[in-house]
């Protein structure tokens, strides 16, 4: 059974950093893309950014360039999401998804539970 | 254009069918294959329709997409409560280079 467990969400002010991680079972993590999608509160979904299998395709949201970094650890099945600079509307409930990529295909087959981050003074 | 529109609310009484659609444009739906997300109160998205018409194990057949030139629908029949939920289509843009999020419908059983 493919399980995705995310943490480290929390409160950080205006300005700071946070690191997600995702920790991977039940698949073969590195053959496949990660990605991270965020839902602000009562809002709709957004992706955020996605991995390749060996971590040298990486992309992102415009909203997030040059702020966000994203990673990933095949050894420990782990995807990371380094955020700094944060601003308010970073605000959400971060997910971390398990892709199905291929030619004109790319979806996401299983989600994890999400990690809330807010941004607050 | 780099948008996918769906209708923010849509509704039908128990054992109907309702229709959700999505819009978009040559560098998103006319391209490349759309997906749909339901996502329950309170819980993660969950994978209802993959590549335009596919259901992934699990998913009822009473849900069923399709896809022409740059819209896109979902089609669930015999309504049920538990269908209850926000519904998102999605689909990889090309000049964004991302994937794209419509904004979501939410669906009310009368």
């Known amino acids: 059974e493919v399980q995705l467990v995310e943490s480290g969400g929390g409160l950080v002010q205006p300005g700071g950093s946070l690191r997600l991680s995702c920790s991977a079972s039940?698949?073969?993590?590195?053959?496949?893309?990660m990605s991270w999608v965020r839902q602000a509160p009562g809002k709709g979904l957004e992706w955020v950014a996605s991995?390749?299998?060996?971590?040298?395709?990486?992309k992102f949201v415009d909203s997030v360039k040059g702020r966000f970094t994203i990673s990933r650890d095949n050894t420990k099945n782990s995807l990371s999401l380094d955020m700094n600079s944060l601003r308010a509307e970073d605000t959400a409930i971060y997910y971390c998804a398990k892709n199905i990529q291929g030619g004109y295909i790319f979806y996401f087959d299983h989600w994890g539970q999400g990690t809330l981050v807010t941004v607050s003074s | 254009q780099s948008v996918l529109t769906q209708p923010p609310s849509a509704s039908g009484p128990p054992g109907q069918t309702v229709t959700i659609s999505c819009s978009g444009g040559?560098?998103?739906?006319?391209?490349?294959?759309v997906d749909w997300y339901q996502q329950l109160p309170g819980t993660a998205p969950k994978l209802l329709i993959c590549?335009?018409?596919q259901r992934p194990s699990g998913v009822p057949d009473r849900f069923s997409g399709s896809k022409s030139g740059t819209s896109a629908s979902l089609a669930i029949s015999g309504l049920q409560s538990d269908d209850e939920a926000d519904y998102y289509c999605?689909?990889?843009?090309?000049?964004?280079?991302?994937?794209?999020f419509g904004g979501g419908t939410k669906l009310t059983v009368l």
């Open positions: 999605a689909a990889w843009d090309d000049s964004l280079d991302g994937i794209l």
């Open positions: 040559s560098s998103n739906i006319g391209t490349n294959t």
């Open positions: 991995i390749d299998q060996h971590g040298s395709h990486k």
């Open positions: 039940g698949f073969t993590f590195s053959s496949f893309w």
């Open positions: 590549s335009n018409n």
